[in-house]
């Protein structure tokens, strides 16, 4: 027990006395300083690097560098075929996001929060993708998207629909979405986990009172449990968008951006741009294209997280 | 207290004098390439000898392995941007070395010719090809060619014999997909496996002079012969003599059809001879012919691929002495397993445990005429976008005539936007 | 009256329709941990010639240990362990002393700083790697480990700043102003108080990130090139590049790269789920 033990009478004289500083102003900057030192070093400073160097044609190697202005973003947004495609694939995959994983994960979370027995085991099976490292996700489902040997087309030839089985990959229009359910896998636990603590978090004399009113269980849906989860929207929504449009390692080790390019997102786009073409002003402005994108979506998120 | 230092001064007397007496500080290469496992394999003896002969030297081997000209330049690229690349490396000829030429990375080797006499050790048209404004910047480590590669027993169930002209491959391919067999086989994950097919075809299309003035983008691409080029590329697809959904499929998974017979042929090099040997197939199955063109000279895919060194490289001296070791006759001949394919002249390999190497050493010595490949005539950015619109045909995106148009278009606007 | 009759029965039937389709759907989801996990223990003429569903005739264990050998898995483990014993608690340490006075302190740019560390949670990797590659070669430790370790931390303290300020938020002042009367400073209190009751917190954001440094693969395919220094993400790309036809090795070497994260998050489940809702939930 702490040696200054204050009684109950004693208390708001105690914090009139301590609720000024003792010690120095310095004292929380103090504390601030090493998390300072990383977060501004190798993430603030970076960032703004790359935007200084977003306004240059530079090749990342030589020490000189060629002003452009804003050029390179000109060319994403006009004169770049590839670029648009990305940020389009990257559009089409943000969509898809906030439909899919999302509402399965918003599925999953209901289901398991009828008290179903075995809810803890089911919960872990949903979320176990999730904790892979994307590179192993994306092989193994290279590996069951294999054309000759891949589960896939085997259970598809199985099933008796072998005629639409194909290499799924290889296929410019078959190859992104073939890539995003892979993505779906992967990412519908993380909601799934976010709705059950929402669902858990609805104060149940609110389904009470509306059984008694009379209420079917479809209305009590639509009028307490989605607006009681509406906190967790925005954080699952959230969330859903900054990650696709941040898509990377599953596309580079699953497609590669083929074939033909067609399934580049920006994240691949401004890797090939910048560490495989020797463009690194160009690459950097696609990088800025994806962080100012995900900040201003990213700005309901980050107010609702400093609120709490 | 006076014992007690006595006794120190002894001990650290005695330390010093126990020490090796090493009067040469040991330097360590670092050496980086594109070896597989097997690859790693047989040149541990070569390391080893050599380190044997040279105990001052430390050689330390780096990979980067699978993906062909993919990844590889990539990672090269970032150790030489951290300013920690290795010593000496690898690397494909033509334009896969040019951009790190360009930034003033390699180190031109005229001088290390000139007191080793490497001029006399490689066939003239190799030792032409690394050179980049009249300065030597790589020595000769392979010397590889391509072409058809077949299986034998399939060829001779079906009375098919090499074809002479482009038409008897044609037919060749006719008679295949009657059997239900695929013609050949490709992977095109990385595009640069299908590219040698379509290479080909702008060999036979275009003839010698205009393809080379393509490469050099010199000529159009909007012109008919590449147009017929691209055409023949989309009539293999549809006839169906290509192993289908092939465009995800890695060049090394794209073999297995044809172990397992479901396809008759595939573009590769020498270095066939040692995957095969490493995939446990039966080498007399197998026999490769040059690709016929239609026209004279018959020129063959064929490149140099070489030993450079970094310019950031503190030990020069020992890198050029380590190039000596493994491109002489000497080591080759002693260590065969790791130097099939070498530009080394006269370096026989054993005709009777590689009798594919011992065909290939004969054409890659003789004064046959050969061609260089997209990828290595382009910068990798220029090559992409060759490989798009390769894809783009292969899946129907473009009609042969859009194609050649748009490859032109693009070829245009690289070109406006990388001077050089 | 018939409402309360009709319930539980209608309950029972609603429970065993629930439990027998999330069994259904566990088994899909499943399936390709156990494609893999099947491909794994055949050998290559098994697999080929009898599909990739049917059991194996015999079991190949012996690919495990191939795969670790010829794979080289040994030097990837050391450094993605190297990697999460440096990081894991240096970053966790950093963001608590960040979190304390954010949490337990009044001053002006409590806030501000707070929502500039926030701001974090949405940048993305891409924006900060040519940089950081330059950063890494100037100070010299680039192509090393080390040079993951200022970016990892920097990308980690968002969320772990959030996550310790709002656990710090929850312990009583009443136990600081206690300390503070007795003249003690405040890293005492930090110390001594603070992190000792933060416990579980602690552990949980442990967890978090030991998965995802594990995981991490952008920064380290940037900043790494030398084999001697991959963590598991790279080792296992190279590793398909080496052996891409060699089915049944290839997935032992996925196997082997998953092994470690399945088996944090199978026993220590309950922490690492609680973490990721402690942002979702208040208090």
Redesign the interface.
Known sequence: MARGLVTEAELPAVRAKTSRWQHGWFVPYLFLAPALFFYVGFLVYPMLSSLWISFFDWDGLSPTKTFVGLDNYLKLFFNDEVARRALWNNVLWTIASLIVPTGLGLSFALALNRNVPGTTAFRAVFYSPAVLPLVAVGLIWSWMYNPQFGAVNVFLKEIGLGAIARGWLSDFNTALPAAFLTSVWANAGLPMVLYLAGLQSINREFYDAAKIDGAGPLQAFRHITLPGLSETHVIVLSLAVIQAFKVFDLIYVMTYGGPGQSTQVLGTWMYFQSFQYYHAGYGAAIAWVIAAIVLVIAVPYIRRMSRS | MRKTLAICSLAIAAAIAAAPAEAVDKTTLRFFTIFDAPAMESWQPVIDAFKAANPDIDVKVETVAGSGAAVYPDVLRTSMASGDPADLFFMWGGEIAGPFIRAGQVRPVDDYYGRYKWKDRFASWIVARLQKDGKAYGVPYHARGMAFWYRKDIFDKYGLSDPKSYADLEAICTKLKGANIYCATFGGKFGWHPMRLLDYFFETKCGPEVHDKIFSLTASFDQQCVVDAYALLKKWVDEKWLVPDFLNVSPDDSRMPMYQGNAAMIIEGGWMEDVLKANDQDLKLYDFFLPPTDHQPQRYPAFPEQWMITAASKHPDQAAKFIDFITAKDTQVKYPAAFSGTATADVKPDCATSPHDCKWAEILSSDRQTYGLSDQAYTKELADIFFEIQDGVIAGKYAPADAAKTMQAKAEAWKAANPR | MQAVTLDPRRRRA??TL??I??LA??LL?????V??FL?AIRSQGD??SR???AFPKTLQWSNFAKAWN?GEFAIYFRNSLFLIAVKVPLGII??S??A???AK?R?RL??P???F?????????????????????QV?I??SLFALI??Y???G??FQ??VMR?FFRLIPS??L??????GA??FTA?WRIMLPLSLPALATLAIIDV?AT??E??IAL???????SRT???G???F??????N?VL??AG?VI??VP??A???FL?RY??SG??S????G
Not at chain 3, 177 to 182: G, H, P, V, Y
Not at chain 3, 222 to 228: D, F, G, T
Request: aromatic share 12%.
């Open positions: 609603e429970q629930l439990f389709s999330l759907l566990s989801w499943l399936m390709p941990f494609t893999v491909s697999l080929i599909g990739v569903f010829t950093i963001a002393l960040a304390y006075p954010l302190m001053f409590s806030m700083i707070f929502v560390f926030l701001a974090g949670l949405a940048i993305p990797i891409q924006v900060t790697l040519q940089p950081l590659l330059v950063i890494m070669k010299g680039s192509n200022p970016p931390i920097g990308f303290l968002p700043i959030f709002g009443e136990l102003e206690a300390s503070r009367i007795d400073s405040e930090f998965l594990w995981n693969f952008l940037v900043l790494i090139s030398a084999n001697e598991v993400p790279l296992l790309l190279q398909q590049g080496e052996h891409s036809s089915y290839l997935m996925i790269s998953i994260v399945i944090v998050f199978v489940q690492f789920i990721l809702t942002g979702a939930v208040k």
